[in-house]
């Protein structure tokens, strides 16, 4: 029994960093019944466009550079929004979710353009 110990205290230990990981928050946003993202005014000629890939999230408010979001039911969403005018674009962000219930999670982002982009409130 002695010879066992130490491996008990590492399942110990090792279960105890995993329950850490699985209960933290590992995402760079949660938000619970719905999300904004909003952008800036716009220069003269510009406009903001985007592309979205699955139907986990429902928009539910588009006015004025600024979009509403609420889950529509358990899955992954992704969207694309594109700064342009008409000679081409200008700045492109791209956002992924996954929705879980009522509660969403930011997974990932990047932006080509600018250094940095507004966060999901």
């Known amino acids: 029994m002695k010879g066992y110990i130490r491996y008990f205290i590492i399942f110990g230990i090792t279960l105890v960093l995993t329950l850490i990981i699985l209960f933290s928050n590992p995402f760079l946003g949660t938000y619970k019944n719905k999300m904004t993202i909003k952008y800036d005014e716009v220069e003269e000629g510009y406009r903001w466009e985007y592309k979205s890939k699955g139907n986990a999230l429902k928009i539910i408010k588009e006015k004025d550079n600024e979009w509403v979001f609420k889950p529509n039911k358990t899955g992954k969403y992704e ?7 008409e000679e081409g674009t200008k700045v492109t962000i791209y956002y992924k979710f996954r929705v879980f219930g009522k509660r969403i999670f930011w997974m990932e982002g990047n932006a080509k353009g600018v250094l940095n982009y507004p966060n999901p409130y």
Not at 79 to 85: A, D, P, S
């Open 79 to 85: 969207i694309t929004y594109y700064y342009k005018n």
